[in-house]
């Protein structure tokens, strides 16, 4: 599904559309957080700091992201 598609679909009136559309965002965004997150531990980021810019606590990002 492209952004434009996504974007159609997430204006749609029929909410069984809508939903699945709301899905694939939740879907995205993980993936693009979990990119960001190893990204920025790759360049020396702390947990600290990425808990920070993402608005939670540095336990929360490195329970969901450390390995």
Do not use: C, F, N, Y
């Not at 029929?14 to 990204?39: C, K």
Request: charged share 20%; net charge positive; aromatic share 2%.
């Amino acid at each position: 599904m492209d952004s434009a598609d996504l974007s159609s679909r997430l204006t749609s009136l029929d909410p069984a559309v809508g939903l699945r559309a709301v899905g694939a965002l939740h879907r995205l965004a993980e993936q693009v957080e979990a990119s960001s997150v190893a990204r920025a531990r790759a360049q020396g980021w702390s947990w600290e700091q990425i808990g920070d810019a993402l608005g939670v606590s540095r336990q929360s990002v490195h329970a969901k992201h450390g390995k």
